[in-house]
């Protein structure tokens, strides 16, 4: 296995002097060490490329370390081989590595090993994607050596720049807007997996993509013995994305296809579900705590994955899009729901907002700003949005000023709410 390990050390080494890497928008702590992880394929490999590149000298490529295993070569590893890796590393060269273990959720037992070069001066930067990476029982392990960063798929603002689209800032005003919002259309139907800028056919991508999660990350792991009732319930989730739904409510979905199952494995599949990355929840706010347990609203953490379960649903892309951009910016949020509905509501902001594809209709716009203009009474918040599609002005109310956005505008900011 050490001879295995040399050869890839050193191929990895003559491919990153060789790669143009176009750099992210994520901050780092300077001498940190980072476990990465996310969704498969939103791109945590290809940011540690940036970070090797921000952190090696006169193009010392000789002090990275970077093992993949996913590679096929490492097939039959254990965590007795880990060892075997730095041994490897010492017989190539004499200086101390900067090490990048890459999909380590692979090999058991890994956060040891992790610990351990931490706890011996090593630079270390982990990537998988897997949340059970984050189990408290790991976290205890890691000690607090490592600090937890979410890699997304690529933001609107990325998505431009890797394709070296520049846009004025005034591109709104100007003929320039057409350009933006068809290149917007094509982000929010596709998501911002990186290898789809270089794909005609998008949706295979996606489509590959979503049966290695599946398959891979869900059944296999997992060791789920009726994938159609999962696949099912994927369906079911998606087609709800932007509706509150409880536990019963997909109990009694699945029932109806004459198919039993209980809460407690409901409860677990929509925790592997998560745990894969595949989803995420939000509850409401003003929900007790049982409720919050019980009923929540679940979106998907790529709209590309998302559209391949929905037709000309581009709404629901919509709201899906803002959830994922609010979490990007580092915000846990809420829905609100009594009497009115609000989409989210950002505590640590003070600010509400729904989303609407268009407030034109005037019953669609009266709904929207009801719910807003009532909830900043409730809660005592001055300023709301509204994100639409491609709509923008100020409304006044008595209770404060909701602006209206389109979606496109607010992604470009990549900062603030």
């Known amino acids: 296995m050490r001879e295995i390990f040399?050869?890839?050390?050193?191929q990895r080494q003559d491919w990153l002097r060789k790669i143009d890497v176009q750099a992210r928008n994520v901050e780092l702590e300077a001498n940190a060490n980072y476990v990465f992880t996310g969704l498969r394929r939103a791109g945590?490999?290809?940011?540690?490329?940036?970070?090797i590149q921000s952190l090696v000298k006169k193009n010392n490529f000789d002090a990275i370390l970077f093992i993949n295993f996913e590679d096929e070569r490492l097939i039959g590893m254990t965590h007795l081989h880990f060892n075997e890796i730095l041994e490897a590393y010492k017989e190539l060269f004499s200086q101390q590595p900067i090490i990048f273990l890459d999909e380590v959720q692979n090999i058991e037992h890994w956060q040891k090993f992790a610990r351990r070069l931490a706890d011996e001066g090593y630079r270390v930067c982990v990537t998988g994607s897997n949340a059970?990476?984050?189990s408290s029982e790991i976290a205890t392990t890691l000690g607090g050596r490592y600090i937890n960063k979410?890699?997304?798929p690529l933001s609107f603002s990325e998505y431009l720049s890797f394709q070296k689209l520049k846009f004025s800032a005034n591109a709104l005003y100007s003929e320039e807007r057409?350009?933006?919002?068809?290149?917007?259309?094509?982000?929010?139907?596709?998501?911002?997996f990186p290898e789809l800028l270089h794909l005609d056919n998008k949706r295979d991508f996606l489509s590959s993509v979503y049966q290695k999660l599946f398959y891979g990350d869900l059944i296999a792991r997992y060791k789920i013995s009726n994938p159609n009732l999962l696949k099912f319930l994927?369906?079911?989730?998606?087609?709800?994305?932007?509706?509150?739904t409880s536990v019963n409510r997909i109990k009694n979905l699945i029932k109806s296809t004459g198919v039993s199952i209980g809460s407690n494995?409901?409860?677990?599949?929509?925790?592997?579900?998560?745990a894969s990355f595949l989803i995420a929840p939000i509850t409401n706010f003003y929900s007790k705590f049982v409720e919050k347990e019980t009923n929540k609203k679940y979106y998907f953490l790529d709209t590309g994955i998302l559209m391949l379960f929905l037709n000309d649903q581009d709404t629901k892309l919509l709201e899906n899009?803002?959830?994922?951009?609010?979490?990007?910016?580092?915000?846990?949020?809420?829905?609100l729901k009594s009497k009115l509905e609000v989409d989210f509501y950002v505590p640590e902001a003070n600010l509400l907002i729904q989303v609407s594809y268009s407030i034109s209709d005037i019953e669609t716009r009266k709904r929207e700003v009801k719910a807003l203009d009532v909830a900043m009474k409730s809660l005592e918040i001055k300023e709301s949005w509204i994100i639409t599609m491609d709509e923008r002005e100020i409304i006044e109310t008595e209770n404060g000023k909701i602006r209206v956005i389109p979606a496109f505008e607010w992604l470009r900011k990549e900062e603030g709410v």
Do not use: W
Not at 178 to 192: A, D, N, P, R, S
Not at 234 to 244: H, R, T
Not at 321 to 335: D, K, M, S, T
């Open 234 to 244: 994927i369906k079911k989730l998606a087609e709800s994305v932007n509706n509150e």
């Open 132 to 134: 059970e990476m984050l």
């Open 265 to 274: 494995t409901l409860f677990d599949y929509l925790n592997h579900l998560e």
């Open 6 to 10: 040399k050869q890839i050390i050193i």
């Open 321 to 335: 899009q803002v959830y994922i951009e609010l979490r990007r910016r580092g915000y846990a949020p809420y829905f």
């Open 150 to 152: 979410e890699i997304l």
């Open 44 to 51: 945590k490999t290809y940011y540690l490329y940036q970070i």
């Open 178 to 192: 057409f350009e933006l919002k068809k290149q917007y259309v094509e982000y929010l139907q596709y998501g911002g």
